[in-house]
């Protein structure tokens, strides 16, 4: 007798997902558990199911505020940082963070929301073609029309940004595909997980090369770059300098990967780097570059760059090798594994001796210097004080300009990733934001951004994060009524014509921050102001410090564009 089939649905037929549904739980699954938007029309599929399932989205104030959120969480942390903005304008005023993180190799995942498929090229209400407009400042963009694909997308995006040279990568989602439904034995199975990379046959001849010349040089010289940071190598880093005793030297992304206080550490490098940093580069004989892309900011003059030195070049990314500096080792590796190679090579340790103490008295007898004036906080002077009231323990978070400087040359960091700043493409605008990412990533931590008059007017309006989500960073305001920066410039090569440089009217910040409900010190040059300092800082709440400092103080020592790096100014 035949069996009666039962009309009741299997529970595989009978359960469906949204591509929404199945977007959010992909992200669950890399465990991205914030993440910084902004809704709009376009992706509102996906922020129903965030609401629906309690996903903690950060309500930023504007999208450029997003992605800077994400490069600060990303930087701090060396996880994925997370965009969700809408179509047309939302992604297209993420495009500064984007590419802000694309120059500093910051892994992130922005998804963009997009019309339907079906509308796509017919210049739609807030339609742009976001993959062609970010296709030169993303690792990988792509456009999943089938909801089938969409899991598979997530997660190849999310291995994109986190592998080799880290990077942004953008996800554009067509809102059909996001409100449309499949079951889940319709979803593409994803993609295997990337093997492990080794070191290649390549960069181990080249590592061993290396070891040779390393023994025979008299003055060899480390360089700390970002890529270290990155890598998390900092550890393999202090290890290989103290093993065979070799200074170093940091790029602005690179520091903290030495602590400040290591007696090998001669400091940052570049046009405002210390004098003994820039004079160790200049008198050379081996300079073993690990993660830095000898960029102009700190290879001024590359024809009289590192003149009498054999260059060695570590770096995860083949294309910067020999790009701008004539390499004489070039090693394509992540700095982890070349560095713990180096570590294990059979080559018996090499002391350097005579080069260190050399380098040495080059620090102690030109260090940072300011001068001191009755009546007014100098902005090196606020910064040791920031530096000496949190023991070189907190987060460092900067936007572009002077106080960028001021912050690189006198805070005493003691780890790696403590400073998050804009380098390869100096944004104005990036700290506030980048410091609210930071703050997610590092609640219990002290966050401490250092912002100018400029800067922080171009995202303020991320103060209302601040205060709608209680968070607890500490916004010091360096004042100087100036585009410092610009100004310096100006003063330096255009023989002082200060064009559209100076504030001739300000908002009141005092009352700006009380509009947001944050707590607000205005430090007092007459007064005890070290005290208030001290105060602010200890409070458990976000706060704003302003500091009026010199209108025409000015960052030295300087290289000036174009001349070699023993060619300093203010010295």
């Known amino acids: 007798m035949q069996q009666k089939q039962s009309s009741k649905p299997q529970l595989s037929d009978a359960i469906k997902l949204s591509g929404a549904e199945i977007l959010i739980d992909a992200l669950v699954k890399e465990k991205a558990n914030v993440v910084f938007g902004y809704p709009g029309g376009a992706i509102l599929p996906e922020y129903d199911v965030m609401y629906q399932k309690h996903f903690n989205n950060i309500l930023v104030r504007h999208e450029q505020g997003a992605a800077h959120a994400a490069e600060g969480y990303a930087k701090s942390t060396g996880k994925t940082g997370v965009v969700f ?60 029309r089938r909801i089938e694909d969409v899991a598979a997308t997530v997660s190849k995006a999310f291995t994109i940004a986190a592998s080799g040279r880290k990077g942004p990568v953008v996800v554009d989602l067509p809102k059909d595909v996001m409100s449309g439904k499949i079951t889940p034995a ?28 390393l023994h025979k040089a008299q003055k ?46 001669m400091g940052m490098a570049g046009m405002h780097g210390s004098f003994a940093a820039n004079m160790a580069l200049h008198n050379c004989d081996l ?27 570590i770096d995860i990314d083949p294309n910067e090798i020999g790009k701008i500096i004539t390499t004489t080792y070039g090693i394509v590796a992540d700095a982890k594994q070349a560095l713990t190679a180096m570590l294990t090579s059979t080559s018996s340790a090499a002391h350097h001796l005579e080069w260190v103490e050399e380098c040495r008295d080059r620090r102690h007898a030109h260090p940072y210097h300011y001068n001191h004036e009755d009546g007014k906080i100098k902005p090196q002077q606020l910064i040791e004080e920031v530096g000496a009231l949190t023991e070189g323990k907190a987060y460092i978070v900067t936007d572009v300009g002077q106080h ?18 804009s380098g390869g493409l100096g944004t104005m605008g990036f700290g506030l934001p980048a410091a609210i990412g930071t703050q997610f990533a590092h609640p219990d931590q002290t966050i401490i951004l250092i912002t100018g008059d400029g ?53 009141d910040f005092q009352k700006l921050a009380q509009a947001y409900g944050i707590e607000n010190y205005l430090l007092d040059p007459h007064g005890d102001w070290k005290h208030m300092l001290q105060d602010a800082l200890s409070s458990e709440h976000s706060a704003l410090i302003e500091v009026p400092i010199p209108k025409l103080e000015a960052v030295s020592p300087m290289i000036a564009p174009g001349q070699s790096n023993d060619h300093m100014m203010g010295i």
């Not at 319709?186 to 010349?213: V, W, Y």
Request: glycine share 8%; charged share 15%.
């Open 186 to 213: 319709a979803i593409t199975a994803l993609p295997p997980a990337p093997e492990a990379t080794r070191l290649s046959d390549q960069a181990k001849t080249e590592l061993h090369a290396l070891m040779t010349a």
């Open 85 to 144: 903005v809408t179509s047309g304008p939302g992604a297209t005023n993420a495009i500064t963070g984007i590419a802000d993180g694309m120059r500093d190799s910051v892994p992130m995942v922005i998804f963009t929301g997009q019309v339907g498929t079906a509308m796509i090229g017919t210049d739609a209400f807030q339609e742009v073609d976001i993959l062609s407009l970010t296709k030169s400042v993303t690792k990988a963009g792509f456009q999943p």
């Open 220 to 265: 060899p010289l480390l360089i700390a770059g970002g890529g270290v940071v990155s890598a998390q190598a900092s550890p393999e880093f202090n290890e290989f300098a103290h093993q065979h005793q070799i200074p170093v030297v940091a790029t602005l992304l690179g520091l903290g990967v030495m602590p400040n206080t290591d007696p090998l550490f």
């Open 455 to 507: 800067s922080l007017q171009m995202t303020s309006e991320e103060m209302d994060v601040l205060s709608a989500y209680g968070l607890n960073v500490k916004v010091i305001l360096l004042n100087n009524g100036t585009l410092g920066m610009v100004r310096q410039w100006q003063d330096l090569f255009y023989d002082e014509r200060r064009s559209q440089t100076v504030f001739h009217e300000q908002p």
């Open 287 to 313: 300079l073993i570059n690990v993660g830095c892309r000898f960029e102009d900011r700190f290879a001024p003059n590359t024809r009289r760059f590192a003149p009498n030195a054999q260059v060695a070049h």
């Open 404 to 421: 960028q400087m001021w912050a690189a040359q006198y805070y005493p960091y003691t780890f790696p990733g403590q400073l998050v700043t």
